[in-house]
Each structure stands twice: as C-alpha cells, then as structure tokens.
T-cell receptor
Framework: GQQLNQSPQSMFIQEGEDVSMNCTSS?????WLWYKQDPGEGPVLLIA?????ELTSNGRLTAQFGITRKDSFLNISASIPSDVGIYFC?????????????FGKGTLLTVNP | DVKVTQSSRYLVKRTGEKVFLECVQD?????MFWYRQDPGLGLRLIYF???????EKGDIPEGYSVSREKKERFSLILESASTNQTSMYLC???????????FGSGTRLTVV
C-alpha cells in the first residue's frame, strides 16, 4: 500500500531547540493528521488539518496543510524531554474508501536534556 | 473521550499456536482497523472492518484473519503463529464525522 514520504526519519536534538518535520505525497489528500507515539504506547492524535493552507497550533506544536494538498509539516518549538517519541503524519482522501488513512513511516525524535 | 482497549499489553506464544488479539471500542464507531508496527516499516494495515460482519483485507493479510460479530469488538486471529509475526499490534477505530483514528495502547506479541 501507498505510504507518505515522511522526513527526517530520526532527529537527535538538545532540549530547547525547535524541530521541524514534514510529509509529502504524489497525490492529493483532503485531511492531514499528525500523531505522536510514546514508547510502548499507541499513537495519539496531536493536530488535525481539514483545509488547504490551514495553519493550526496546539501549545508548542504548529502544523500546516500545504496549499497543493500534497504536503504537510509539523513544528515543535522549545523542545522538552517529554517530546521524545515517534511522530506520524497521516493523510485521508474523501470519497470511495475514505475511511482509510495513509501513514508516513514516522520521525523518531530524541531530546537530550 | 473515545476509548479503544486492547485486551493484552504483552503476549508470548509458541510457534503454531492459534492466537487471538481482542480490541474493544466504546463509542459506537463503525470502522475498526488492525495494524502491525515494525521498526523501519511504519504502520502496516492488516485488516479493517467498516461495519459488523464486514471486513476487508489490508496490505498484509497473509497469516491473519479477523472477526467482527459485534460493533464494539474487533478480533485479530493468527491461525498458526510464526516467529515472523512477532510485532507490535495496534487496533484503531474511526469516528465517521471527524475521520481520524483513535488507537489502543498496543499488544506486543512475541512468538517463540
């Protein structure tokens, strides 16, 4: 099955630094979602984007839905140790099999205190 | 909040055993999904169900089957467990309006 191109695969940063990751696709999505997975747990939804060009914040997290509908990015400002985990992007099309999400392979974030 | 509960956090089974992984959601969602997660491979869809007694194969259905007899419960069955099925298994359900998934905490299965 198709997967989104998510980059970088991993990041190792110092506490307090800002982080940026992105997802790209060759096809259009109508919804973009960003999830975080803590070690040993299931993914938890961070931000949902429903409109091209939309910029949404959730605390120190900011995500944008690309205007082409083929990409999205997630920024984390002033990282802290509890930001450690795997971040997944996911896209959803409307119509047809619209109940399925397409996932990126994830970005593993490590924060050094 | 929607809750998706997976019956076991950790399981160890022997090769050849029949294994049942159970998932229950409490928000009357129609769509439910089973994924496996392996390092470097991301989330891979095994099976999904868009309603009671309805099921469709995902990307990697070989060696697995599913059962959805009641709306709230979606079971994944490993007919004859093999070592290459050692993995983290994640169940999810989908809200029809919002569209996103809510995941369970996962079951880490080891087949020895």
């Amino acid at each position: 099955g198709q997967q989104l191109n998510q980059s970088p695969q991993s990041m190792f940063i110092q506490e307090g630094e800002d982080v940026s990751m992105n997802c790209t696709s060759s096809s259009i999505f109508n919804t973009w979602l960003w999830y975080k997975q803590d070690p040993g747990e299931g993914p938890v939804l961070l931000i949902a984007l429903y409109k091209a060009g939309e910029l949404t914040s959730n605390g120190r997290l900011t995500a944008q839905f690309g205007i082409t509908r083929k990409d999205s990015f997630l920024n984390i400002s002033a990282s802290i140790p509890s930001d450690v985990g795997i971040y997944f992007c996911a896209g959803q099309r409307s119509g047809g099999s619209n109940y399925k999400l397409t996932f990126g392979k994830g970005t593993l974030l490590t924060v050094n205190p | 909040d929607v809750k998706v509960t997976q019956s076991s956090r950790y399981l160890v089974k022997r090769t050849g055993e029949k294994v049942f992984l159970e998932c229950v959601q409490d928000m009357d969602h129609e769509n439910m999904f089973w994924y496996r997660q392996d390092p470097g491979l991301g989330l891979r869809l095994i099976y999904f169900s868009y309603d009671v007694k309805m099921k469709e194969k995902g990307d990697i259905p070989e060696g697995y089957s599913v059962s959805r007899e009641k709306k709230e419960r979606f079971s994944l069955i490993l007919e004859s467990a093999s070592t290459n099925q050692t993995s983290m298994y994640l169940c999810a359900s989908r809200d029809r309006v919002f569209g996103g998934y809510t995941f369970g905490s996962g079951t880490r299965l080891t087949v020895v």
